[in-house]
């Protein structure tokens, strides 16, 4: 009986019929790669360029108000440092504004975070009528400069007695449209539907769903965002000013606002020294939160 011959052609390895570029692909595939030279050299530029600033303050702060606005400038440390940061502590009771500073900007982050996270999820998972017209609403207001909104506050604040106390600045910001539409867009992507509707179904009640469900999932977003509210209220010096007086129950820039005011002149170097205390608590913050905060971030940033 005659055999068959097969006819079929030999298929060759899969390797031998790739592109060049697809077989160099595979075979880097999971080594791991090391930065070059060139890129070191440019983090250190970087690095060393973010901390000239801070660097020049202290060493403005550690000299006399004539040496700083003398050329060339310094840029070695002098040996006032220690005096100029017990007069201006104690010029316009530093003490006092770096509390009132803290409890600002700690309530008004913490505020901020919270009801931005409970509109958030409302605007992305909750349908309601109007709902879309609404978040343009929220949108639309951040287009609308906070001058505007400097007269009708001063009136409300005055009729309420509140000029000159904490909470005429604290209550204006318990909320930011950015930040409702910031959890919003992380919410959207993030926290799937079929989640909340399995919580539903297993009897959960919506603040049991907020808790359990949406802050564990909002985490990374909410971190972020307390991260730069609290810096914003810190920094704040516009609406403060306007609201609470250097000698009465300021913050830090409404007190730094007062700081080295002569007769005729300003000692810039008292003013550095003042501008380099209210830095000091926000650097030691970010020293203690900021694994915290970049770990946030990453984990929010990786989809399984």
């Known amino acids: 009986m005659a055999r068959t011959l097969d006819t079929t052609p030999a298929v060759e390895p899969r390797t031998a019929g790739e592109r060049p570029a697809r077989r160099r692909f595979r075979q880097t595939a999971g080594r791991q790669h090391h930065a070059g030279p060139l890129t070191y050299v440019l983090l250190i530029v970087a690095t060393v360029v973010s ?7 202290v060493v403005a702060a550690s000299h006399t108000g004539d040496r700083v606005v003398q ?8 040996s006032r440092l220690l005096d100029n940061l017990s007069f201006a502590w104690d010029q316009v009771d530093m003490g006092e504004a770096l509390i009132n500073t803290t409890v600002v900007a700690g309530l008004v982050a913490v505020s901020t975070v919270l009801f931005s996270t409970l509109a958030g999820f409302a605007f992305a998972k909750l349908p309601f009528k109007g709902r879309g017209m609404l978040l343009s609403l929220v949108v639309a207001t951040m287009t609308i400069p906070p001058q505007l909104s400097v007269i009708p506050l001063y009136q409300i604040i005055t009729d309420l007695g509140w000029f000159d106390q904490l909470q005429s600045v604290v209550l204006p910001s ?25 919580a ?3 009897g959960a009640h919506s603040l049991r769903i907020i808790w ?29 000013f306007i609201a609470l007086t250097p000698d009465g129950n300021p913050t830090l820039q409404v007190a730094l606002a007062g700081l080295g005011a002569g007769n005729h002149t300003v000692d810039h170097a008292i003013v550095l020294t003042g501008a380099l205390i209210s830095t000091v608590p926000l650097l030691l913050v970010f020293a203690f939160l900021g694994k915290h905060i970049v770990g946030g971030i990453t984990a929010g940033a990786v989809k399984s």
């Open 51 to 57: 901390l000239f600033p801070l660097y020049w303050n």
């Open 71 to 78: 050329a060339p400038a310094p840029l070695l440390p002098g």
């Open 174 to 198: 318990l909320v930011a449209a950015f930040g409702v539409f910031f959890m919003r867009q992380f919410l959207v992507e993030a926290l799937p539907v079929e989640l909340v509707e399995a």
């Open 200 to 202: 539903r179904m297993d």
């Open 212 to 240: 359990h469900v949406v802050f564990p999932v909002a985490r990374p977003a909410m971190a972020v965002l307390g991260m730069l509210v609290f810096v914003q209220a810190w920094n704040d010096f516009f609406w403060p």
